[in-house]
């Protein structure tokens, strides 16, 4: 099932390429509010750069085209919880959180409708989220809980669904846009399967190990809302004088 969904998406591809009328290179970023099951939002930040192929436009009364778009950047996902629950400093009061630093590709189809001067459109796909090793010097995920800092994901698949408004000034090389998305995980950051036997420091007495035997799969799930304010350059393709953009 995902081979036969990476060929069609591939094959998508190609077609658009081939009908395109004009492509896009551009960046964007801004707000990312991040959560998980029975946890508090973690109100951070994402950056993104991109390739925007765009079909033609169709239609006479309600003008359309269909594209696509690949996504590569930045996203610091996770969520944030009342340490009360781990005893941070004896305090009830601090707020703690998860953070992943994750690198993210997604490949967008996307449909934009014209109004007047501005571009309204909508966008789904597919993404994929690399959250690499720590290493001595850099942490790619900030977990406070010993247990699930040790069922971290390298590896996570998930949706991108959202929409926004555009402005392509006329034989201008260049448009903006602002942008909202939610972008659901489908497979867990943190996960240990059902059988799994863990051992851990105590969070209060790291030289006291426990042990925990998972009676059912342990998953934990990002989902993100993501605010966005991006441009782009333009690549216009060389038209007849009657032909519309």
């Known amino acids: 099932m995902n081979k036969l969904l990476f060929i069609v998406i591939a094959l998508l591809l190609f077609i658009f390429q081939c009908q395109g009328q004009h492509h896009a290179i551009g960046a964007k970023g801004g ?66 959180s998860d953070i992943f630093h994750n690198f993210s590709l997604a490949l967008l189809l996307k449909g934009n409708f014209k109004l007047g001067v501005f571009l309204p459109y909508y966008g789904a796909g597919i993404r994929l989220d690399i959250t690499p090793p720590n290493n001595g010097t850099i942490q790619f995920a900030e977990v406070i809980n010993p247990l699930d800092a040790q069922g971290v994901q390298g590896a996570t698949l998930g949706l991108w669904l959202g929409g926004g408004i555009e402005w392509e000034p006329p034989k201008s ?42 009676t059912q799969d342990y998953r934990i799930i990002n989902l993100s809302i993501e605010v966005s304010f991006g441009f782009k350059f333009l690549f216009r393709k060389n038209k007849n004088p009657n032909q519309n953009l």
């Not at 192929?53 to 610091?76: A, D, P, S, T, V």
């Not at 260049?174 to 799994?196: K, V, Y």
């Open 31 to 96: 707000l990312l509010i991040g959560t998980q099951k029975n946890k508090r939002a973690l109100f951070s930040y994402h950056t993104d750069i991109f390739f925007e192929g765009m079909g033609k436009w169709q239609g006479e009364n309600l003008q359309r085209r269909i594209g696509y778009l690949i996504q590569f950047g930045y996203h610091r996902r996770g969520a944030s919880y009342n340490s009360g629950m781990f005893n941070i400093n004896n305090s009830t009061n601090y707020i703690a």
């Open 173 to 214: 090389p260049f448009g903006m846009f602002l942008e909202l998305n939610i972008s659901p995980d489908l497979t867990p950051q943190i996960f240990f399967a059902a059988g799994t036997q863990v051992a851990y420091p105590n969070f209060q007495n790291p030289n006291n190990i426990q042990i925990q035997q998972m």
